[in-house]
């Protein structure tokens, strides 16, 4: 198995659909439940080994952030002519013990950063949103239900 990048044009529809419509209607609880049930989108990076790991960014007088997103689209808008425009697909709720191992670095989340409905929230806010709710019904969302 070969652990070359796969190429996914900026246009092609990876992505949660639900998480930008959450996203779109400034929903908290809305995005909470695409985060544990759905997949986001999360930019990589190559170490000097040559092995990708989770990429995150440091606007110029803040603190790190991990930037998400809800499509390759997004992605692509936020890096524009960045060459290293690696990503992985995950469901959000996985995305918990990589915060939780960095929350003293990591500041904030921010959700489609580049795009006109971005949404920021602290670290501990995510981590609390990523926990499984009782309401919670995978199969119901899978099948198309909310």
């Excluded at 995950?90 to 489609?112: K, S």
């Excluded at 949404?119 to 995510?126: E, G, I, L, N, S």
Aim: proline share 8%; net charge negative; aromatic share 6%.
């Amino acid at each position: 198995m070969s652990d070359e990048p796969i190429g996914v044009a900026p246009d092609a529809g990876v992505g949660s659909a639900r998480l930008a419509a959450a996203l779109a209607a400034g929903d908290a609880d809305a995005i909470g439940r695409a985060l544990r049930l759905d997949v986001v989108i999360v930019p990589l990076t190559r170490g000097a080994d040559g092995n990708t790991q989770i990429r995150v960014f440091q606007p110029t007088g803040a603190g790190y952030q991990l930037a998400l997103f809800s499509s390759v689209p997004a992605l692509a808008a936020f890096l524009a002519g960045d060459p290293g425009r690696e990503f992985d697909v995950q469901r959000g709720a996985a995305l918990a013990p990589f915060l939780r191992e960095h929350r003293e670095l990591i500041e904030q989340v921010v959700f489609d950063p580049a795009g006109p409905h971005a949404v920021a929230a602290p670290t501990a806010a995510v981590l609390d949103t990523l926990l499984p709710r009782d309401d919670d019904d995978f199969v119901d969302w899978v099948a198309g239900g909310d």
